[in-house]
């Protein structure tokens, strides 16, 4: 039985995370964390020494998230981190812990299975295509930018090649922001705007052709719950940080 500690508990995602969790056999949900509910406890360290865990569960803010992960790696318990906000060397340093304390940590821009297909078909098309950029897509109330499914997208790309730039962006005329910001070697250009979820577009483009893949997220929680079951059964299993749901569908 894999013992699960919820932070952002009564969030969109995280709620709908704890009722699956409740209803899985081999899962047993010890704890959750909740800012707004009284009746929670109000801090990741608060919720795990007072019943300890296996795996904390973090959906919750990008101001929060750093913080709870290395609460609860230092305490030993390892991680599956659903929110967005981190840094490549808040990354690093989350590796470090979880590799210390001999612990895993699962991270991902996104926990849908679609959207985990996306970073690795686009990962295969910069194998064969010279130039693309991304294009990242969320509420006008999402407040940091770029949204972790599109930075994981760029990272994941830099590992194929860095993409060819025809005109230097510091030889831009006029404003140098309107080519966007640069991640991971990719230029990527954040949209905030109502009724958008999260949606995440690689465009790829070749002399004469272009190809686009693009995924939509829905105004339902389901997609990110298969996702984040998974993760929480692959956790226990490794030591030290994994980037992308991808990496668990082999």
């Excluded at 795996?55 to 991680?79: F, P, S, W």
Aim: a negative charge; glycine letters at 10%.
């Amino acid at each position: 039985m894999i013992r699960v500690c919820i932070a952002g508990i009564t969030g969109w995602t995280g709620s709908a995370v704890a009722e699956a969790v409740e209803a899985a056999a081999d899962l047993e949900l010890v704890s959750g964390v909740s800012r707004s509910d009284p009746a929670r406890f109000s801090s990741v360290a608060e919720a795990l020494d007072a019943a300890p865990a296996d795996v904390l569960v973090d959906y919750t803010h990008a101001a929060a998230v750093r913080e709870n992960v290395l609460a609860a790696l230092a305490r030993g318990v390892g991680v599956v981190v659903g929110s967005s906000g981190l840094s490549a060397a808040d990354y690093d340093e989350i590796d470090a812990a979880a590799r210390e304390r001999g612990v895993g940590a699962i991270a991902a821009g996104n926990f849908s299975v679609t959207a985990a297909l996306l970073v690795r078909f686009a990962a295969d098309a910069a194998r064969h295509v010279a130039a693309w950029e991304v294009i990242d897509y969320a509420s006008a109330g999402k407040e940091d930018a770029p949204s972790g499914t599109s930075r994981e997208l760029a990272e994941r790309l830099a590992g194929v090649h860095t993409p060819e730039v025809a005109v230097p962006l510091d030889e831009t005329l006029g404003a140098r922001e309107a080519r966007g910001a640069t991640v991971a070697g990719t230029q990527v250009h954040s949209l905030r705007l109502p009724s958008f979820t999260v949606s995440t577009e690689v465009v790829f483009a070749a002399t004469g052709e272009r190809l686009s893949i693009r995924h939509d997220a829905g105004e339902s929680a389901a997609p990110y719950v298969a996702g984040t079951l998974l993760a929480i059964r692959a956790v226990p299993g490794r030591v030290g940080l994994t980037r992308g749901l991808d990496r668990l569908l082999d």
